[in-house]
């Protein structure tokens, strides 16, 4: 799915700066929605067995208790496969769990950044993996204009998100903690779960489907380009993505700690729809990666979108 960061970044800094940090994290998200087109090959070698942890400076140490990988994988895919029969999901999502976590990367923080911010350009990120294999030191010096940078602190301040190119969930060691790290990937694996859809546009444009959310690959660069076009939903589809794993979440692990005022109106909106339509259709929708089904779905229960003050602009 598009790949989300889970949480706020900076939640004990000053409004004023909160705010900016979150416009500049949407950006940093759509920029992470911006992956290459191409396959993203992993070099695998660089990274499945990163050693002990070197001693770093901040932001690239580890914290000194260690997460438990196996046992957090083993509790989520557990979870998660449960959750899937609880909501009514079509019984194929459940047994597609337990693949879903042996495609985790719980990386070191110096790992995550590069493999984030150097998305399109694999061979400067494999000579970084490469390089930190060796001599970690060195390679953080090697980074130059990366870091310090701001998009590199958003980058580092984020915990998991979901590469959709890749198929793959991203963890950021240096900021997951034992604690929130199962319900963290609760939410990342409802975002790997639904079904990637790819797709010819009336143009020839090839789109792909993730949840609710669309993205139309350029020709030019090979990009994937969020689409602006919400389906005619009332809601942004990537907040409505965000809504559905967040709610899966917090089904797990209760309230989240940080306020998330951007997706009220998205929870608003799929509350009263799966209260008229029925939460297993709606729930079935975003597995399919069908949003002109909700979009269906939401006309026929016309009552939730009058309810929702979400009637289209004329
Ligand atoms: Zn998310």
Do not use: C
């Not at 690959?217 to 380009?225: A, C, F, P, V």
């Not at 309230?255 to 909106?269: E, H, I, Q, V």
């Amino acid at each position: 799915m598009r790949p989300y960061a889970t949480r706020p970044f900076g939640s004990n800094r000053p409004a004023a700066a909160r705010r900016v940090s979150t416009v500049t994290r949407r950006r940093f998200l759509a920029s992470l929605a911006l992956i290459g087109g191409g396959a993203a090959l992993w070099p695998a070698a660089t990274w499945a067995n990163p050693g002990a942890a070197p001693e770093l400076p901040t932001p690239f140490a580890l914290p000194a208790r260690e997460l438990d990988r196996a046992g957090v994988l083993r509790e989520v895919t557990s979870v998660v496969s449960r959750q899937a029969r609880e909501v009514g999901a079509p019984t194929t999502y459940a047994a597609r769990v337990g693949p879903i976590a042996e495609r985790v990367d719980f990386l070191h923080p110096f790992q995550f950044l590069v493999t984030s911010y150097f998305e399109r350009d694999p061979a400067r990120r494999d000579a970084l993996l490469a390089a930190y294999a060796r001599e970690p030191a060195a390679a953080i010096r090697e980074l130059g204009p990366a870091f310090p940078s701001p998009r590199a602190e958003m980058i580092l301040n984020t915990l998991a998100y979901y590469d959709v190119s890749a198929d793959r969930i991203r963890v950021n060691l240096g900021r997951i903690t034992p604690d929130d790290a199962a319900r963290v990937l609760v939410h990342e694996f409802w975002h790997a779960l639904p079904d990637l859809r790819t797709w010819k546009g009336e143009d020839g444009a090839t789109l792909r489907t993730t949840g609710f959310w669309t993205q139309r690959l350029t020709s030019e660069q090979g990009i994937w380009q969020p689409l602006d076009d919400t389906d005619g939903l009332p809601h942004p589809a990537y907040l409505l993505n965000e809504a559905m794993a967040t709610q899966m979440e917090v089904r797990y692990a209760g309230p989240t700690k940080f306020k998330r005022p951007d997706l009220d109106g998205a929870n608003g909106y799929l509350a009263r729809l799966s209260e008229t339509a029925g939460s297993a259709d709606v729930m079935e929708a975003y597995l399919r990666s069908r949003p002109g089904e909700l979009h269906e779905l939401a006309e026929q229960h016309q009552a939730a979108r009058v309810d929702a003050g979400a009637l289209p602009r004329t």
